[in-house]
């Protein structure tokens, strides 16, 4: 073996294993703060509004930004900004420890919305730019089934440590991780990737671009009222500012012709966001169902409800490698169906259903999920150019949280119908089953209809990217 060869091999294992790591710590502080979200409130005494949005302002941040931070890598170095976010989540983790009142977490929590649009806006880049096409489903399917592993054990073991240590327990083990991630990108990552090698950066495109997206993703949030439809009005006008501006600019935040010109990126990003708009609030309906409806307690929530993203796990890695000798885009279709299958029988549940079919359905909807997501994922980043693998990265995470707040704005809406501004009690328990029986049934619909615009892709066939080799110095 080559001197050159093993250091190839070499970069390709670091990849693999420090975007591994970072999907996993991210994706497990996530799903475990969403848990310790109840003893926040009591120790701090804080309105259901407030402790809303410690996971909204997440979100929102990590939305607006994570383009932005996409082209920013490719200018600064993708390795940079990666290694950047790793250091500021190491650093909000370990000030979640001392924080006395729910604003202060607010802020962090926003703070790391931008540390997650730093990592996955340049991490999917690396790993396409790294990984040639016959090999990048399985890195990418690595990748995802790092994601749902944490998704999966940060309610369990969130939970175990809230109840036994407290809840800021869960942030004192994750430090020493996070600081091992940042020892593993700085000391063996060696190599770093740029862009195409643009100087200037777009300033009026970025700003039309984060003014138009929160308008429109805070405007959903609180939809139905009045000031929800002009929030969405003003993003809508912000938007098409930021597409005249960016028809003019001499290095756009985000090339439209990406759009206009790509069919298999077009179709891969709408398939993102209607799949991400159908299964986000699966596990906030399950644990309600679970908690108020079953009265299980949380701990034994957790368990249950690690069922989906478990099942995800599993075939994420079989699916990703699966994809690389396969079309993509029919893969992902079948596991769009599969899903839609599971949302709708979800709609039939009552009082009355037993936990063990319940179990059942969540695993029909991590298979579909499992199925869809490193094939589409792998879809979007071979489907261009390199020099357009950080807006592309920054493009996928993007379509993620655009669907997360579609599908949270959905619910929010189900239940200011049914049940208003009333607290959880039995005397509401009718409206909230109806509640999330119609919103598992639409979620299931959307998703059904989905599938047509996936399959549209290319007509399903795969569009392998010419790029073989990274650019990198």
Same mark, same amino acid.
């Given at each position: ?54 996971? *909204?302002? %997440? ?22 900004? %990666?290694?950047?976010? =790793? ?19 607010? /802020?962090?929590?926003?703070? !790391? ?10 991490? @999917? ?18 990748? +995802?089934?790092?994601? $749902?592993?944490? /998704?999966?054990?940060?309610?369990? /073991?969130?939970?175990?440590?809230? !109840? ?12 020493? +991780? ?30 039309? $671009? ?15 009222? /009045?000031?929800?439809?002009?929030? +969405? ?7 098409? =500012? ?7 600019? !001499? ?12 069919? =298999? ?8 966001? #209607? ?15 679970? !908690? ?57 549940? *009552? ?10 359905? &969540?695993? #029909? ?12 994922? *792998?879809?979007? =980043? ?25 599908? @949270? ?9 049914? #049940? ?15 509640? #999330? ?11 059904? &209809? ?24």
């Amino acid at each position: 073996m080559t001197q050159a060869i093993y250091e190839e091999k070499s970069i390709k294992r670091t990849v693999s294993i420090v975007s591994a790591l970072a999907a996993f710590l991210t994706s497990f502080l996530m799903s475990s703060v969403t848990l310790v979200l109840p003893a926040i409130g009591m120790e701090f005494d804080a309105s259901s509004i407030e402790l809303g949005w410690i996971v *909204n302002s %997440f979100s929102l941040s990590s939305g607006i930004s994570l383009l932005i931070f996409g082209k920013v890598g490719d200018m600064a170095g993708r390795k940079k900004i %990666f290694f950047l976010g =790793m250091l500021v989540y190491t650093v909000t983790t370990f000030l979640m420890i001392f924080i006395w009142n729910v604003y202060m977490m607010i /802020l962090l929590r926003v703070l !790391q919305g931008l540390a997650n649009a730093m990592i996955f806006g340049t991490i @999917m880049a690396i790993i396409t730019a790294v990984f040639e096409p016959g090999e990048r489903g399985n890195a990418v399917g690595l990748n +995802l089934t790092s994601t $749902y592993l944490g /998704l999966s054990l940060g309610p369990v /073991l969130g939970g175990l440590l809230t !109840q036994y240590m407290g809840w800021r327990s869960v942030f004192i083990c994750l430090v020493p +991780l996070f600081a091992i991630c940042l020892v593993l990108i700085a000391f063996k990552l060696k190599l770093e990737w740029f862009g195409p090698g643009n100087t200037s950066f777009d300033l009026r495109g970025s700003m039309l $671009y984060g003014i138009s997206l929160f308008a429109f993703m805070f405007g959903f949030s609180i939809l139905p009222s /009045l000031a929800g439809w002009l929030c +969405l009005s003003c993003g809508l006008l912000f938007g098409i =500012m930021f597409y005249f501006a960016e028809q003019k600019a !001499q290095n756009p935040i985000f090339d439209f012709k990406l759009i206009f010109n790509n069919r =298999m990126f077009t179709f891969s990003s709408l398939s993102s966001i #209607i799949v991400y708009t159908s299964i986000a609030t699966v596990g906030f309906f399950t644990s309600l169902f679970l !908690q108020y409806l079953k009265g299980l307690d949380a701990k034994s929530a957790g368990f249950i409800m690690i069922t989906q993203p478990l099942t995800t796990a599993l075939l994420s890695l079989a699916a990703g490698r699966l994809s690389d000798k396969k079309s993509p885009g029919i893969i992902a279709s079948i596991g769009m169906g599969i899903t839609s299958l599971g949302l709708i029988l979800f709609s039939f549940i *009552n009082e009355g259903t037993n936990v063990f079919y319940l179990v059942f359905l &969540l695993v #029909i909807i991590g298979m579909g999920f499992g199925l869809f997501s490193s094939p589409n994922t *792998n879809a979007i =980043m071979s489907s261009v150019d390199k020099k357009y693998l950080g807006l592309a990265s920054g493009a996928l995470g993007t379509m993620r949280g655009i669907g997360q707040i579609f599908s @949270m704005g959905i619910a929010m809406m189900l239940f200011s119908i049914h #049940i208003g501004s009333e607290a959880i009690t039995p005397a509401v328990y009718p409206s909230l089953i109806m509640s #999330i029986q119609k919103g598992f049934f639409t979620f299931g619909i959307i998703c059904f &209809l989905g599938i047509g615009i996936s399959l549209a892709r290319n007509g399903g066939k795969k569009k392998p990217t010419a790029q073989k080799k990274a650019d990198h110095t």
